[in-house]
């Protein structure tokens, strides 16, 4: 079935450890984004990719790092993690250059960290 | 910087009341974009709206999207429990993606 798939799940970190959150798509998308979702705060964005090779950083990049080797998947690195970054995860794709196609996004990851 | 503002934040409603969240841009939209995300879910496409003064129905669910493509509704006609979740406003100008902060709708039956 085709989509994306976010891993882990769920995961509960010890503040100042390294972690990655993966995602991958099998839909051929060029653009790729990572938000966060915290209650009372919505859907924000925390780095984008348009394209495998290029990145960009979102509305709060700070303490994120994302790379984008192929157009499958973009990983997310977390290289400290801290408190403040306990949220839950979604990765989207959409078609790149159809600037008005959907996004598509994966099941998410909840982080908690201790 | 551009900005899209959703209200309301919360609304309860008894089933069978309809429900209306809007959705309000700084700037003016290319277009924009509705989802809903049910509880322990992700988001999930509902439709989207292109044109000014444009008027999309799905069953009990009317999306409207305003004159000057700076605003936007929806409208659920006859709450269901199943309508139950957040609904997001993506706004699109130049290329960027931004979300509301979302309505969160609870339905008692």
């Known amino acids: 079935i085709a989509g994306i798939t976010q891993a882990p799940t769920s995961q509960i970190l010890a503040a100042g450890r390294r972690m990655t959150l993966r995602c991958t798509q099998d839909m051929r998308h060029n653009a790729m984004y990572w938000y966060r979702q915290d209650l009372g705060l919505g859907l924000r964005l925390i780095h984008y990719s348009n394209t495998a090779g290029t990145t960009g950083k979102g509305e709060v990049p700070d303490g994120y790092s994302v790379s984008r080797a192929n157009t499958d998947d973009f990983p997310l690195t977390l290289a400290s993690a801290v408190p403040s970054q306990t949220s839950v995860y979604f990765c989207?794709?959409?078609?790149?250059?159809?600037?008005?196609?959907?996004?598509?996004f994966g099941n998410g990851t909840r982080l908690t960290v201790t | 910087g551009q900005q899209v503002m959703q209200i309301p934040q919360y609304q309860h409603v008894q089933e069978g009341e309809d429900f209306t969240t809007y959705c309000n841009s700084s700037?003016?939209?290319?277009?924009i974009q509705w989802y809903k995300q049910r509880p322990g879910g992700h988001p999930v496409f509902l439709i989207q709206l292109v044109k000014s003064g444009e008027v999309k129905k799905q069953k009990r669910l009317t999306f409207q999207f305003g004159e000057a493509k700076k605003n936007s509704s929806l409208h659920i006609t006859a709450t269901q429990t199943t309508d139950v979740g957040t609904y997001f406003c993506d706004g699109g100008s130049q290329g960027n993606l931004i979300f509301g902060k979302g309505t969160k709708l609870s339905v008692k039956p």
């Open positions: 989207a794709s959409r078609e790149q250059g159809a600037r008005n196609s959907p996004l598509h």
């Open positions: 700037t003016t939209l290319s277009n």
